[in-house]
């Protein structure tokens, strides 16, 4: 059997499974990946790899007495085996006060994030997609480093109770990161999508390039206060350091930039410009993701940030039901809302400013105000009356995107982007900011 | 790291955005199941052979198998309550081999004599399949095959053999009291890691390796409720290459600090340290705020590694600076040519920086790297001079070495291995000088303890730098403590403002335990040894802000 199965085989392995079951309560979680990567660099790839696995994960319970087995091996065998271990874990298990019992049956909403152009990706298709790119570069005698990595795979689950899902998904991530032989110039593109018959590597290679030798001969300009157009690439690894934090049980216990003096939460509350809107849909057509979490809930379109107003926080069913109110999973997707205005548009309307086309190392400095720290890095500009006159030098920055959020002067067209700190797709608009915070120059190129 | 197999242990409930941070390899099993012996060392190195056989047959010219039992135990609380007990073993063989001057890979879970020899079939077919991309033939430093030798972590108690029972008392009692002490909320986790490495090679070297680290941690939060702020402090202890004796809390092992602190050589008291964290978190939500300006810095040994890890030990790996790293985690500063001009002025005359998979207790000690390389000690900063960088086998070459540093690793037997970060530490002072002789030398400055933000460019120049306590120090004296400190440097300039080390007696070390490098990403654990080290004139920010 293969591993990637389809939705009749998952119900019908998964069913099977339960059948050893012997808890009050047993929910059994599958997925099947198929993932390949070509990665190189100075010209000259460097490792390639391909992985296939499959797991099946348990969970038994008897009363509150939790235990989880997980199994690689798929044979009857060891179906019953992982079954088995998972029961005699629970048994071993103290109580958890937490537990809150499997789900009933729910209703999902319908997502597509399979497609077969991804999932029949072949090592001479990544191979042909890659020398696509590095044929450019090695043309103009720069370096490249540049990684690519595909995923096909499915997740499914059955629990106790009859709740059944299955959701199958393909991804292909493509960064790359262009430098002029002298170390002078650098440039960078990640590219991110469901469908591989989206993705133009020589396209997206000729955004690098275009930045790395663009980005020779910067100059540097005193650290402070900028009016900031953040790529979305750049806007990304600020933004989801929100979508981290928004769970409500740390609001609650008074230790995240939620929480408000008196012990209260700033649910409610308006707490960016009122033009910022960030939600999460699993059914969007750029962003598609499972309609479903690992226990089960369904995912719903929900209102994080509504016209500046926090809408939604993160409650597991454990701390909803603590609360008396309804359990709203972590998203497995995020959007933030925009404008129509293109990049061109919003560096055209600039009177004075800073591009910045990527953010890097981003640390969290403060939880409490989600301060941040981080560097530009690979194409930095300087914009005079609306045309961007010379690169500069790198800046580190501190800044909390609570605080940049409310100082946005414009957001642009939303597209997909992949996070160079998680890893994570979204949907991201450019945006203008003013009086964002450089506090020093870096030599880094 | 692999995003699946972390994703399995967040069970249930949670959505992609909420991964956890902490890697599991492999299925999760019994306590029990971890104490079981892994096959025998003879049956061992027969699949080996096959591997080494299969390989030269399809027309490798070189080979090496790692058949890898990986172990893991993480224990995680929270006040009360147990959150999770992982125990996880992933068991497989990962063959590497060089065929028509080109690398290639294949690793399988299937270890049996006909899973091994498909699988050394297969790492042949994608060296020849990638050749047509390579220009160059990888050339290898010469090894000389060791034979048959074995090499154990000396660990004095298997953190495996005791009870799951004993570590939760252990850390329910962390917990207890720090909440009795002012902590509003606190976590506490022992995280335990053994890799049984058998390494065979076409060179002749038949290598068994028992590796065993350990790491206890905590964090305490302490919260103002009213005045809704909130403060934490991290667990000052170490992850270490030892068993559970590193919990004993040795009274021999402890150094005592200014006001109260304690800072923990190769023996660490859990309780201890919970109990003055959640005291210096509570003093931390009324502290006051530094007065942003150039300071003084004493750092202790806690701190200084990070300092060390991201400022000298990213930036001598030579795969950064060649460009391999270039993608993702960037290229370096420190170039060849300031190496080849032997007078690049890396730091002052009293930095000298040594790399080594030889400390004892340490992360990196271990007896062979994983591509068969004896462990060493050897400079990377000599009186302030960059002399060397961290290199491997099939590198070593570009910087004129005729055998490789021994710091090649992969983070799993389905991973494939490549240059990581050994040990790197900064030699002790040759004067005597302890940590109170140094403050009182000080006019105006800051004394920081414990690791906190860190942030550094992808050619490591520009680097920002929390901690987990500061205190003033004004002419001699500490005076208090500070919040909201962070300060910014530019390595070179930082290294050479480094005026005073203390002696050998205040030396500790300091720890990653999941360093992370690499595309898909992998993790290693390396340690940084210092004594508390003092630098001059350092550019110190106010990261307060109101939202």
């Given at each position: 059997m293969s591993v990637i199965l389809t939705e009749a085989e998952a119900k019908a392995l998964l069913e099977k499974v339960l059948k050893y079951s012997k808890a009050d309560e047993c929910e059994i979680n599958i997925s099947g990946e198929k993932r390949g990567n070509l990665r190189y660099a100075r010209n000259e790839v460097s490792t390639s790899g391909s992985q296939i696995t499959q797991n099946l994960i348990v969970q038994s319970a008897f009363g509150k007495k939790v235990g989880v087995a997980t199994t690689n091996e798929f044979s009857d065998d060891a179906f019953e085996k992982v079954v088995r271990q998972s029961e005699e874990l629970a048994k071993l298990a103290p109580e958890n006060p937490e537990y809150v019992g499997v789900l009933t049956p729910q209703q999902y909403k319908k997502s597509s994030g399979f497609f077969d152009s991804t999932a029949g990706i072949t090592p001479d298709f990544r191979a042909d997609a890659v020398a696509k790119s590095l044929e450019l570069s090695r043309a103009q005698n720069l370096a490249a480093a540049g990684f690519w990595e595909d995923t096909h795979g499915y997740s499914a689950m059955l629990n106790s109770k009859k709740l059944f899902a299955y959701y199958p998904s393909t991804d292909v991530n493509f960064s790359l990161t262009v430098r002029t032989p002298d170390g002078t110039g650098s440039g960078y593109v990640a590219k991110g999508f469901s469908d591989v018959s989206k993705l133009d590597t020589e396209a997206a290679t000729k955004i690098a390039i275009q930045k790395s030798t663009g980005s020779v001969g910067a100059k540097a300009l005193e650290p402070g206060k900028y009016t900031v157009i953040l790529e979305p690439t750049a806007a990304a690894v600020l933004l989801e350091n929100i979508f981290f934090n928004m769970d409500a049980r740390s609001a609650d216990e008074g230790r995240s930039f939620l929480s408000k003096q008196g012990g209260k939460t700033k649910l409610g509350d308006k707490i960016v410009d009122e033009r910022v809107n960030i939600y999460s849909d699993p059914?969007?057509?750029e962003l598609p993701s499972a309609p479903w979490a690992g226990d089960g809930q369904p995912m719903e379109r929900v209102n994080w940030i509504e016209k500046g107003v926090v809408k939604n926080m993160a409650y597991s069913r454990y701390w909803a039901q603590k609360k008396g109110v309804k359990a709203v999973p972590f998203p497995n997707n995020m959007i933030v809302a925009g404008g129509t205005a293109t990049l061109e548009e919003m560096i055209a309307s600039t009177k004075q400013g800073i591009l910045v086309t990527k953010l890097w190392y981003i640390r969290e400095v403060d939880p409490q105000t989600l301060l941040l720290t981080g560097l530009t890095r690979d194409g930095t500009f300087y914009i005079e009356n609306g045309k961007i006159k010379h690169p500069v030098k790198n800046f580190r920055f501190n800044e909390s995107p609570v605080i940049m959020l409310n100082n946005l002067e414009t957001l642009g067209k939303p597209e997909r982007v992949v996070s160079t700190e998680s890893n994570q797709n979204y949907m991201m608009p450019p945006m203008k900011i003013r009086e964002f915070t450089f506090s020093s120059l870096s030599d880094a190129v | 790291m692999k995003r699946r197999d972390f994703m399995q242990m967040t069970g249930m409930g949670m959505g992609a955005l909420m991964l956890p941070s902490v890697p599991i390899f492999g299925n999760t099993v019994s306590s029990e199941h971890l104490l079981e012996p892994g096959i025998d060392v003879a049956l061992k190195k027969r699949y080996a052979d096959i591997a080494l056989n299969a390989t030269k047959s399809k027309g490798a010219t070189y080979t090496d198998v790692r058949i890898g039992r990986y172990l893991q135990q993480f224990v995680f609380t929270r006040e009360k309550q147990v959150q999770n007990i992982v125990n996880a073993e992933s068991f497989g063989v990962g063959i590497r081999v060089i065929a028509n001057g080109t690398w290639g890979f294949s690793a399988t879970s299937d270890v049996t004599s006909e899973g091994i020899a498909k699988c050394a079939e297969t790492a042949v077919a994608i060296a020849k399949a990638n050749s047509k991309f390579q220009k160059d033939p990888v050339v290898l430093a010469p090894q000389k095959g060791v034979g048959d030798v074995t090499w154990k972590t000396?660990?004095?108690?298997n953190t495996f053999e005791i009870p799951t029972a004993e570590k939760i008392d252990l850390l329910m009692k962390v917990n207890g009291k720090a909440m009795e002490n002012g902590a509003g909320f606190v976590t506490s986790n022992i995280f335990s890691v053994n890799e049984q490495k058998y390494f065979a090679s076409s060179d002749g070297s038949y290598i068994d390796q028992d590796i065993h680290r350990i790491w206890p941690t905590f964090t305490v939060t302490a919260i103002d409720k009213a005045a809704g702020k909130f403060k934490t402090r991290g667990a000052l202890s170490s992850p270490m290459g030892?068993?559970?004796?590193?919990?004993?809390?040795?009274?021999?092992e402890k150094i005592a600090g200014p006001n109260g602190t304690v800072g923990y050589r190769s023996s660490y008291d859990m309780v201890e340290d919970a109990i003055l964290a959640a005291k210096q978190a509570k003093e931390k939500l009324t502290t006051k705020t530094v007065l942003p300006g150039k300071y003084d810095l004493v750092l202790d040994p806690n701190h200084l590694g990070l300092t060390i890890h991201e400022s000298v030990g990213h930036p001598t790996e030579l795969d950064r600076v060649l460009g391999y790293e270039a993608n993702y985690a960037g290229t370096s500063f420190a170039t060849l040519d300031k190496w080849e001009s032997k007078k690049f002025n890396y730091g002052s005359k009293l930095v000298n920086i040594v790399a080594d998979r030889i400390q004892p207790h340490t992360l990196g000690a271990v007896g062979f790297d994983d591509e068969g390389v004896p462990a060493k000690e050897w400079d990377i900063i000599k009186d302030g001079i960059l002399v060397n960088y961290q290199a491997i086998r099939d590198q070593v070459k570009i910087i004129?070495?005729?055998?490789?540093?021994?710091c090649c690793y992969a983070d799993n037997w389905d991973s494939v291995q490549f240059q990581r970060m050994p040990n790197i530490s900064l030699r002790p002072g040759t004067e005597k000088r302890s940590v109170l002789d140094m403050i009182k030398g000080v006019e105006k400055g800051i004394y920081i303890i414990g690791a906190g933000s860190y942030s550094i460019d992808q050619q490591r120049y520009n680097f920002q730098f929390g901690g987990q306590v500061f205190y003033e120090i004004k002419k001699g004296e500490i005076v208090g403590m500070l919040d909201d400190v962070a300060y910014q440097s530019n390595t070179q300039e930082f290294w050479n403002s480094c005026s005073q080390i203390c002696d050998k007696d205040d030396y500790r070390t300091f720890g990653s335990f999941f360093d992370g490098k690499g595309q898909p990403s992998q993790i290693s654990a390396v340690a940084h040894g210092s004594a508390t080290t003092r630098f001059d004139g350092v550019n110190v920010i106010n990261t307060g802000r109101k939202i």
């Open positions: 059914a969007h057509p | 000396p660990i004095k108690k030892m068993g559970y004796e590193y919990l004993d809390g040795l009274a021999s004129g070495g005729k055998e490789s540093n021994g």
